[in-house]
């Protein structure tokens, strides 16, 4: 398990990331040749990692096995783009009312 809560609030956090996929596909980063080569190592592990950072939860690392590419976010949004993408427990949820 990676992350449990409300409903209401496992729902939020998935709704901030599926917002995010829009702006993050118009932003047509290269994918690195293999997954792995290549100074920035942009890959399935940075989307994965960035994903679990928009929904503020800690995507787990798979302990004993290369992951080239986690953690860097950085590469993909500025700070300013993250934030504005983030989950905030403190944005109204349409399903509460």
Known sequence: ????????????RW?????ALPFLNGLEIPYTPFGIIG???INSNSAFS???KIMAINAPKF???WQPGWGNTDKILTTLQFES???????PDHRRA
């Open 1 to 12: 398990m990676v992350y449990a809560g409300t409903d209401a609030d496992v729902l939020a």
């Open 50 to 52: 960035l994903l679990g």
């Open 63 to 65: 302990q004993g096995y």
């Open 39 to 41: 100074l920035s190592q």
């Open 15 to 19: 709704d901030s990331a599926v917002k």
């Open 85 to 91: 993408l983030m989950y905030s427990p403190d944005e």
